[in-house]
């Protein structure tokens, strides 16, 4: 049915004047007459019952009157959440994570998304990074959040920011009375470390104990990054980790300033290249907008894309 006739018909129906509806219509009255005619035929049932004095409705035209305003609120609605879906207010997030990137900026981003679109539902999909990347291309995840990147055509690699590595000691470590350590003194120490044959990461980590001139005598490896804070914290040995994570270390762990200072470690978010999801890109706008507006408010901690660094380095 041509949505039209249904307004001219409701316009009509509140009238119950042919004159006063076609004014009401910016049109004239024949044309009036002749639309309301092919919506009689159209439905297969008078609406109207006409005379040279008066205009009314039949039963039929009543029961209309009554559920049109209902095909309007519900084109309404149907329309407005067609606009929310195209400018990504309205869907769904699946997104890839391991417990070592649920602090600092993600959380943040995710919290201020849920307040600004409370109509898109997000969820957390916590799994390895090669179960991340598998789940990526197949279509079960929308994005993942790396500290390194991946070379492969599918899939997109949009550096966020830049992050020091700091040791982490048991508060008791003679090495933690000092605010800052000498990268030179951990050649000796047992290390903990994660799991070197599931983590990308590390194995830049363990790349950067090289290239600072000293090969980390791994005690014990871990796939939780919880995991390697209570070895640390049991005194199992000392580790390597990005600043942001001394947010959530337990009690009798510390974490000291590395120098000289081992490469800073990028954040990627790492999604399909061809995905032009609308609720995908609001979200990455919202990372995008709060790494700016932290990476203004802490010059002096993390280091963002774009501030200036003397040691970054990139995994591909």
Not at 75 to 91: I, N, P, S
Not at 245 to 271: C, D, H, N
Request: hydrophobic content about 40%; some cysteine; aromatic content about 6%.
């Amino acid at each position: 049915m041509d949505l039209r006739l249904l307004r001219y018909f409701s316009v009509l129906a509140d009238e119950l004047h042919f004159g006063r509806a076609a004014t009401r219509l910016h049109m004239s009255q024949p044309p009036l007459s002749q639309q309301i005619r092919l919506l009689e035929e159209d439905i297969g049932t008078p609406l109207f019952k006409r005379s040279h004095h008066r205009v009314e409705l039949t039963a039929a035209g009543h029961t209309l009157k009554e559920q049109a305003p209902l095909v309007f609120e519900q084109l309404k609605r149907a329309l407005d959440l067609t606009r929310q879906t195209g400018r990504g207010e309205l869907g769904e997030l699946e997104i890839g994570m391991m417990s070592s990137v649920m602090v600092g900026v993600l959380p943040r981003a995710l919290h201020l998304f849920r307040e600004r679109y409370h109509d898109v539902r997000w969820r957390l999909q916590e799994m390895t990074p090669v179960a991340q990347v598998a789940a990526l291309k197949e279509k079960r995840i929308d994005l993942c959040v790396f500290r390194v990147g991946y070379d492969d055509p599918y899939v997109r690699n949009e550096l966020l920011m830049y992050e020091p590595i700091h040791v982490v000691l048991p508060a008791s470590h003679p090495l933690a009375r000092h605010p800052q350590v000498a990268t030179t003194d951990l050649a000796d120490e047992p290390f903990v470390a994660l799991d070197l044959e599931q983590s990308r990461f590390a194995k830049l980590l363990y790349q950067c104990c090289v290239q600072a001139g000293f090969t980390p005598q791994i005690r014990q490896q871990a796939t939780e990054v919880q995991t390697l804070l209570s070895l640390v914290q049991a005194d199992f040995g000392v580790a390597l980790l990005p600043a942001s994570i001394e947010q959530v270390a337990p009690a009798g762990v510390v974490f000291r300033s590395l120098t000289p200072a081992l490469p800073e470690v990028p954040l990627y978010a790492i999604y399909r290249a061809d995905d032009d999801s609308p609720v995908l890109k609001l979200f990455l706008d919202t990372l995008r907008e709060l790494i700016a507006v932290e990476g203004e408010l802490k010059r002096g901690g993390c280091q963002f894309l774009g501030s200036p660094s003397a040691s970054r380095t990139s995994v591909q």
